[in-house]
Each structure stands twice: as structure tokens, then as C-alpha cells.
């Protein structure tokens, strides 16, 4: 194992990834941002000096922070924001292997560009022999306007419209916008297609990565099935699919064996209708003959083959999956090696998402339990656990959870969708295995008339709750610290659809904050003088 060091600069910068130029919050000049490497077992340094104009916080998605659960990039919950002009490190060991990413948890940042792939590789990964090359694919939303415009509209009290709509989408970085829309002068090319070269006759692995604002994605490769190997970091026995859907944050390993006529595939990132909400008159949304604004195409082009556009022909992708926003059957995801939960639980978190117009501000919000999240950016929870406060008298609206269950319990958390829409969850810090995935309608019906499967369900960290249905998911209490559990949908948490596991507070107060690096510290002081 080594220590690996990254240097991020943080700077805005002009880009056109969809060739329509605008600024983008770039790490280094690029947007995705460089891809981080390493391998299980490594610590990682990564330095970040923030040359933005505004302050920052950057979260490993995915990556467990054991014992370093202040290097979660969450500010409100594990640190202050780091303040522009500053430079701040996150240190921490990785013990876990496959496809992860980092972006900003500062208000809306990432979707102004600041994320980009993590991969751990695995000297013993049993899958290490099974693909020759591999290549990491991120899909994403993308939008023309920098989020800080039109965050102040969508947020005020009077606003009762929609989430924000994408203008297009990408592929690695590469989208094509149609230019002959822009009218008022903004600079406008065509990038072409984002390309990925093969070899005729090898098999490669994809690490494909949601990393989207709002969208869900169908993935697909002309002719090419796709093994699924990966999902979140979780190895799964391969299930072969012709198309993958994938919500945001979710990552798949798919191999595909490159075994056709020397020639060009197109590679088909369809941004599935349920997630862009159809406004009349608007040529940005989505309605049933205008869903190919939002197919975003790629290239698999075979060494030898002519630099041509491809005219390959899709799977037969049934209209249903480009309209739902589901996650891969669970049924077909089974952890290899096997990875069983505890067979029962010691606990029970019942959450009830919704959102609703609130009676004292009269604005649109976010509730989890009826209550919606706004995070302190001066006061993070864990300076505040730190500073002696007990969890146990927050306030509601700090929306915390989970102080009062034991460390090394076993939790059912249960999720009740009464919103007629998809929310993708993410839980920070853990893998949880997904018992039951209720089909739309079952939030009406008790919870405990579900059938769980506790024998071999997939483990990941982001699951998506089908429209007014009951998820069910289990989770141990192995890491202590504050871990933000949230739609991963960015208008959404923007609304407060977000709530803190507080785990094990008093190992935290007494076993662990006492280590926190004095840099932790540091970042406060700096964004109080900034706020000041
Ligand atoms: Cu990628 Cu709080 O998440
Ligand atoms: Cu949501």
C-alpha cells in the first residue's frame, strides 16, 4: 500500500463539453475532472486549493471514511466550507475496491463541474482476468446556465414550477448541443462523439458512472451485450443485459466482449423521461415524440475501422425503461462472493419522503418525516458534537438520526415514497443491502406485508425509490460518524431531502474527534473571517 498524492486546482474556467461554451467550476482546466487512481489498501492525499470565487467542499462518493469521518466533504455535517483562496487536504485510507466519484457537496457546485471518477483497483479483484482493458464512461446531465442563476428563483416562496431542466447531456465530457439554437451570440461547435477505441477480439471493462444533476440514464452499446461485474463497488455474479439503466450516482462494471466485424457502434445514453419534467411549449422538456433531444450518443469504434459515424442499429429497448426511472432488477444482482446480511435486525428508521408546499413559508420543499434540511455551514455537526452538544437535543430541523442505536447493530431503514416520482437514494459511509424494492403503489399497504429477501440481496449505496412505493434497506452500524443520507437527485437535496445518521456519537466524542486534524479547525476559522 501507498500514499498517493492528487493536486486539485480549482478554478472557473471557460469550457464547452456539448460545444456550448460557458464557465464551468473545472477541477484542474477539466471538466470531469481527472480521474483518480489507486489501489485497495492505499491512503489518499488529495490537496485542494480552491481558486473559485465561492467556497467549496469536496465528498469521495462512496468511499467509507472509517475513522475519518470529518473527510466526508459535506460541510454542515463534517466541516466548515473550505473559503476561497484556501488549500485543505483530505487524507484517508481506502479499503474497498471498484468505481466510485468525487464532487462537490457545496450547494449545487458539482453540476457546475466540479466531479470526477474515483477507481480502486484489487490485486485479488476476482474479475481482474476477465476483461484485457478497461475505460471509464461517466453519463451526465448538463445545463448552459450556471446553477447560481436560477438557484435564487428556484428557491424563492412564490416558485411552483418544476426542477431545472437540462439543456443536453454528455458522455465523458462530450455532448452535442444543437447549435443552430443559440441566438444570442454564446460560442457554439460541434465536439463530435465522445470515442472509445477497441481491439478486435478483446473483452474491456466499462466503469460507467452516473453523474448527473436530475437524469436517469438507458445505457447501450449497438451489438455489444454488456456483463454486469460491478455495481457500487460491490462485485456481483455477471448478469448479461442489452441496455443498463442507471440513476444518478449509481456506478455499473460492465464487460463487453469486442468479438464483431471490424466497424463503428454507436454507444446510447437515453435520459429517460421520467426524470425531465414535461413542460408545454418548452423544447427543453421531454414529451413523447421529443425524447430524442436526450439520446446522447458515443462511439465504440473497432481499431481499423473507418473514422465514420457509425450505422449500427439499437437493442430493442422497450419504451417502459426509457419512461421509468428503475434500478436493474435486483433480483439479477447477486454479490459474488456471496455477501449475506444479518438476518435480522436489532432496529427500525422509518423515513416518509414527500414534498410539500410548507404552511409558514409557503414555499416549495423537501420533507423527510415533515421536516426539510438546510445545512449550518457555520456550525457542521461535527464541531458541534466536538464542542460537548448532545444529539439527542437537536433541533428537529437538523433532521438527525440514528444516535440512539448502538454501534455494530443491525438497522432496517424503510422508506416510504409518497411522491408520485423516483428519488435515488444515497446513505454516505456504509453499503446497505436492499431487502425489498416496493413496485409503485405498495407505500399504501403496510410495511411489514412485504416480502424481504435477506438471502442474497444486492449491496450498494444508492437506491432508487419507485413512485409511491415502500423500499426497505439494511445497514450496519460499523463506522461511526455523520453521514448525510439523501436523494441524490441535486434539486432535491437543494430542497431538503436530506437527513444526518449521527453513528455512535460517543465513540465519535471520545474515541475519535479528539484526532480530528487541527486543519478541520482551521476551515472554520477561515470561513467565519470570509463570512464576517
Ligand atoms: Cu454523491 Cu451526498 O453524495
Ligand atoms: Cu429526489
Known amino acids: 500500500p501507498k500514499t498517493r498524492e492528487f493536486n486539485f486546482t480549482l478554478k472557473r474556467t471557460n469550457l464547452n463539453p456539448d460545444g456550448y461554451s460557458r464557465v464551468v467550476w473545472a477541477v484542474n482546466g477539466q471538466y470531469p475532472g481527472p480521474i483518480v487512481r489507486c489501489n485497495k489498501g492505499d491512503t489518499l492525499k488529495i490537496n485542494v ?5 465561492d467556497p467549496t467542499g469536496i465528498h469521495m462518493h462512496g468511499i467509507f471514511m472509517n475513522q475519518t469521518t470529518w473527510f466526508d466533504g459535506v460541510p454542515g455535517l463534517t466541516q466548515c466550507p473550505q473559503s476561497t483562496g484556501s488549500s485543505f487536504s483530505y487524507i484517508f485510507k481506502v479499503e474497498q475496491y471498484g468505481t466510485y466519484w468525487y464532487h462537490s457537496h457545496f450547494v449545487a457546485q458539482y453540476v ?6 474515483i477507481v480502486v483497483h484489487d490485486p485479488e479483484d476476482p474479475y481482474k482476468d476477465s476483461s484485457d482493458c478497461e475505460y471509464v464512461m461517466t453519463v451526465s446531465d448538463w445545463y448552459h446556465e450556471p446553477t447560481g442563476n436560477f438557484m435564487p428563483t428556484f428557491r424563492s416562496v412564490n416558485y411552483r414550477g418544476n ?13 452535442r448541443y444543437d447549435c443552430s439554437k443559440v441566438t444570442d451570440g454564446t460560442p457554439c461547435e460541434d465536439k463530435g462523439y465522445a470515442t472509445y477505441v477497441v481491439k478486435k477480439g478483446k473483452r474491456y471493462r466499462f466503469r460507467i458512472i452516473n453523474t448527473s444533476a436530475m437524469a436517469h440514464f438507458i445505457i447501450s452499446i449497438d451489438n455489444h451485450p454488456m456483463s454486469v461485474v460491478e455495481i457500487d463497488g460491490i462485485n456481483v455474479k455477471n448478469h448479461t443485459l442489452e441496455y443498463l439503466p442507471i440513476n444518478i450516482a449509481q456506478r455499473y462494471s460492465v464487460i463487453i466482449h469486442c468479438d464483431k466485424d471490424v466497424d463503428n457502434f454507436w454507444i446510447r445514453a437515453i435520459m429517460s423521461r421520467c426524470s425531465i419534467p414535461y413542460r408545454p411549449g418548452d423544447p427543453r422538456t421531454i414529451n413523447s ?17 473507418p473514422k465514420t459515424n457509425p450505422n449500427s442499429t439499437s437493442f430493442d429497448i422497450p419504451n417502459s425503461n426509457t419512461s421509468d426511472c428503475y434500478d436493474v ?7 459474488y462472493p456471496a455477501d449475506p446480511p444479518p438476518e435480522n435486525a436489532d432496529h427500525t428508521l422509518n423515513f416518509t419522503v414527500n414534498v410539500v408546499l410548507l404552511p409558514t413559508s409557503r414555499m416549495l420543499a423537501a420533507i423527510i418525516n415533515g421536516q426539510s434540511f438546510s445545512p449550518d455551514f457555520d456550525n457542521p455537526t461535527v464541531m458541534r458534537l466536538k464542542n460537548g452538544e448532545d444529539p439527542s437535543r437537536f433541533q428537529p430541523s437538523d ?9 455494530n447493530s443491525v438497522v432496517d431503514v424503510v422508506m416510504i415514497n409518497r411522491e408520485n416520482r423516483t428519488h435515488p437514494f444515497h446513505m454516505h459511509g456504509h453499503a446497505f443491502w436492499v431487502l425489498c424494492q416496493g413496485d409503485p403503489g405498495t407505500n399504501s399497504s403496510d ?19 419507485k413512485p409511491l412505493s415502500t423500499t426497505i434497506i439494511r445497514y450496519v452500524t460499523d463506522n461511526p460518524g455523520v453521514w448525510a443520507y439523501h436523494c441524490h437527485i441535486e434539486w432535491h437535496v437543494e430542497m ?13 466524542t471520545k474515541q475519535q474527534l479528539p484526532n480530528m486534524p487541527s486543519s478541520l479547525t482551521d476551515l472554520c476559522k477561515q470561513y467565519d473571517n470570509s463570512t464576517d
Open 329 to 335: 432488477d435486483l433480483n439479477n444482482l447477486k454479490p
Open 289 to 305: 415524440n421529443s425524447s430524442l433531444n436526450y439520446e446522447v450518443f458515443g462511439i465504440l469504434r473497432y481499431e481499423g475501422a
Open 163 to 175: 426542477d431545472p431542466v437540462p439543456d443536453s447531456g454528455e458522455i465523458s465530457g462530450v455532448g
Open 447 to 465: 410495511p411489514s406485508t412485504l416480502t424481504l429477501n435477506t438471502v442474497d440481496p444486492p449491496r450498494r449505496d444508492v437506491v432508487t425509490l
Open 496 to 508: 431538503g431531502m436530506v437527513v444526518q445518521l449521527i453513528e455512535s456519537p460517543d465513540i465519535l
Open 399 to 407: 433532521n438527525a438520526y440514528a444516535y440512539d442505536i448502538p454501534s
Open 112 to 117: 457546475d463541474g466540479l466531479r470526477g471518477p
Open 49 to 53: 486549493n480552491n481558486e473559485f470565487d
